[in-house]
């Protein structure tokens, strides 16, 4: 799998819309299981998904929607090449 990186990877400290992205790349780098949640742009929940310790999952996403799961889950705006 090849990936095209469209900017520095960064966590989700805070809720983000990792730079507007549509596509991100979510690794669990810490040593517990975390719950990642999305949430649309008028702050509701569209899903949440359990990252495993060590997993990476891609998460498809409307611009402006935004991530949040805490300091370990580290993500980056990408597009499949």
Do not use: H
């Amino acid at each position: 799998m090849k990936l095209k990186l469209n900017g520095s990877e960064g966590d989700l400290t805070s809720a983000s819309s990792v730079s507007l992205a549509r596509l991100v790349r979510v690794y669990n780098s810490g040593g517990s299981d975390l719950l990642l949640t999305q949430k649309n742009s008028s702050g509701s929940t569209i899903g949440t998904v359990t990252v495993k310790t060590k997993e990476v999952v891609f998460i498809k996403k409307e611009g402006l929607d935004t991530l949040e799961g805490g300091a370990a889950l580290k993500v980056v705006n990408i597009n499949f090449a």
